[in-house]
């Protein structure tokens, strides 16, 4: 059986290491390659119960169809929860207009069947006009009323996650034509970046129509921490890292304390966490101490990692997720 636990990796949560000064790692002795654990384990997996293939019975050899092939019209129908999930996302980012008595029911006037009645009775109108007909779908920003009462308006929030891709411009739109991250990610909700990244800079960026938490998620008063991984045009010296560390002075004033962290095996590249959000600030603050940024990939927004994501690709935020930015900043959730 594969005993290999998952390390936590530093990057993912840099409140371990923002409460100390910097410091310059070294292997550990026990350090062992990843290498070691990219084989897959047949045998472990199938003792374990692993579900590698279609059985009517357990895995046991007394079992009549062990070691046979089910014909397809034997194998047991089993729920497609990938599928599913991938249904249920673009039911999420399409904002399909929705019958007018779920748009009731979800604003709290009434139930679905009381909704219903009142839709009948002639008590329902939309955009003015009265709806009498059942199934009826309406749009979000349709005007709905009820009894002449406007109904509650249903602000749904979204928010994303994205891996931002180089050559890329944060923006919802580019007066020279350029692709921006509004052509990546795919929904007919209106939404906008939470802040920006140069176009060679690479990594997690938010998205969503949320206006306030993006608001307080930018304000330097909520200290949020961005942590990025850059590769400088030579080796970073421990002394400029210190510097680094207990704030540089730019053109816009003293930059704030910082964790700076040079990597074990190539000191060329730096790990960086800040906590203002100032423009272009990590390659502002290496050329003033004399260095050349190459590369600069964010790796974490707000404690959000975009560690299983590739290049390019997005997801929604768990609602966990949200409610843990919507900590930082002191909203109510």
């Known amino acids: 059986m594969n005993n290999y636990k998952k390390k936590s990796n530093p990057i993912s949560d840099n409140r371990e290491y923002s409460q100390r000064g910097p410091r310059k790692f070294s292997k ?3 350090f062992k390659s990843k290498e070691g654990f990219s084989g897959s384990d047949n045998k472990s997996s199938s003792q374990s119960g692993g579900k590698t293939g279609y059985f009517s019975k357990p895995f046991r050899k007394d079992n009549p ?6 014909d397809s019209n034997e194998k047991p129908r089993l729920r497609h929860r990938e599928k599913s999930k991938e249904s249920q996302e673009k039911r999420i980012l399409s904002n399909e207009p929705v019958r007018l008595n779920k748009a009731l029911a979800d604003s709290g006037v009434a139930s679905r069947r009381k909704a219903d009645e009142l839709i009948t009775q002639g008590a329902v109108k939309v955009n003015g006009k009265v709806v009498t007909t059942l199934g009826v779908k309406v749009q979000a920003d349709d005007f709905i009323t009820v009894y002449g009462n406007p109904i509650p308006k249903i602000d749904k929030k979204i928010y994303f996650l994205l891996n931002k891709p180089k050559d890329i411009i944060v923006s919802t739109e580019d007066e020279k034509d350029r692709k921006t991250v509004m052509d ?6 209106r939404i906008f970046p939470v802040g920006r990244l140069d176009r060679n800079t690479t990594g997690a960026l938010i998205l969503t129509n949320d206006g306030e938490l993006a608001h307080r998620l930018l304000h330097p008063s909520y200290q949020i921490p961005r942590t990025y991984i850059a590769l ?3 080796e970073l010296k421990q002394t400029d890292a210190d510097l680094i560390s207990k704030g540089v002075p730019l053109e816009d004033g003293i930059t704030s304390p910082c964790e700076v962290v040079i990597h074990p095996v190539n000191p060329r590249k730096v790990i960086l966490t800040l906590f203002e959000g100032r423009n272009h600030e990590v390659k502002r603050i290496f050329m003033h101490l004399g260095y050349n940024v190459r ?13 299983r994501l590739e290049r390019g690709e997005y997801r929604l935020l768990s609602k966990k997720e949200v409610n843990l930015l919507k900590k930082m900043v002191n909203i109510d959730f």
């Open 28 to 30: 550990s002795d026990k």
């Open 295 to 307: 590369q600069l990939d964010r790796k974490v927004f707000a404690g959000i990692s975009v560690q």
């Open 65 to 70: 169809t062990f070691g046979k092939k089910l």
């Open 184 to 189: 990546i990610i795919k929904t007919n909700f």
């Open 232 to 234: 400088l045009d030579k």
